[in-house]
């Protein structure tokens, strides 16, 4: 009797041992299988973090590179731009000096804008404006110009006769604007900012003038911009694409 329930004792003592081995085993399995599972997730996540740090990284480089880009285009095209105001500032200077230093070249300059508006306005009552030291130039060859006009006329309109009367506005004169002379400058050192009071704006640009004239019919409706001002603007934007050629190539 004793011997069994020794025996009895031994089994269930063994029973023991085996179904905590089983549960020992069941464990550590589950233990590993888990252990995996955050494993595998850790290294998603470190891949992960590290994918998206290499994106961030290569997104950064890619808008360092697009700043380097733009600001080398930035500045190359403020260096045309330089170059191109630059032309225009010593060109109009260079026509300044000319109309100040020879003054039969400026009233034989005035007379032919003098023309050129007469057959744009085509009127027989013209007001003529300019500056107040070109009035005496202006009365000096307003006859030569109506004379040209009306012959220019006969040639063109099967011997048309047209007669013209033109006035100068002695009270209304143009304000002079003063140039200064950039031509001791070289391209590096004119700025872009200066080249600002190199234009006059549209507003402007029938009130002040460095020469030139300024017509309108007797009403003053109808006017025509012949200030060198207007004149040396539209020369430069219409030759701004030999210009950039010449300059720049294609």
Known sequence: MYQDQISLADFVLQEAREKCFEIEVKAFKQFEKEKKSIVEREKSNIQEEINTKYKKKAQQERIKHSALVNGARMRLMNARNQALMKI????QYQIYKMIRQDERFYEELLKNLIVQGLIKLFEHEVVVRCLHRDIRHVKNVIDDAIAEFQDILRKELNGLEFEVKIEVDEDKCLDER????????????????????????????DKKCFGGILLTNKEGLIVCKNTLDVRTEQTFQDSLPIIRSTLFGK
């Open 178 to 205: 003063t140039l200064i002379d950039n031509s001791i400058k070289g391209v590096q050192d004119y700025s872009l900012q200066e080249s600002a009071s190199e234009v006059i704006s549209k507003t402007e640009n």
């Open 88 to 91: 225009y500032s010593d060109s």
